[in-house]
């Protein structure tokens, strides 16, 4: 054979079939050595992670609000957990549900949204 190019010998660009990142982009690549090829863009993996980032904090916030709901029930409705210290559980209760109803949600959408 002699130093033909790929376009010499009739050969094009191949496609190569990995797909980058996971994201569906397929990337022409040159056969050999020539300066032919596309790159990929528009790409963003980010956004998958910002997406279970967002999933996991928001089941936190909503075990956070069922666990505290759970432990006023349970204090209001058993009679034998109506006591001064379980009062101040409640409380405490109380004041972590405000905290995942107002503040959580708003955290979650200030980190998200500012990367």
Same mark, same amino acid.
């Given at each position: ?41 528009? =790409? ?11 999933? =996991?904090? !928001?089941?936190?916030?909503? /075990? ?5 709901? /759970?432990? =006023? $029930?349970?204090? =209001? ?16 209760? /109380?004041?972590?549900?405000? !905290?995942?109803? $107002? ?13």
């Amino acid at each position: 054979m002699t130093d033909a190019t790929p376009s010499e010998r009739g050969e094009g660009a191949t496609v190569d079939q990995r797909e980058p990142m996971g994201c569906g982009v397929r990337v022409a690549t040159p056969s050999s050595g020539s300066e032919f090829g596309v790159t990929p863009g528009g =790409c963003d993996t980010g956004i998958r992670t910002q997406n279970w980032a967002i999933l =996991c904090l !928001s089941i936190i916030v909503i /075990l956070a609000i069922g666990g505290n709901v /759970l432990v =006023c $029930l349970a204090v =209001c409705y058993q009679r034998k957990l109506q006591n001064m210290f379980n009062y101040f559980l409640v409380s405490l209760a /109380l004041s972590d549900m405000l !905290s995942a109803i $107002l503040v959580m949600p708003l955290s979650i959408v200030k980190e998200t949204a500012g990367k």
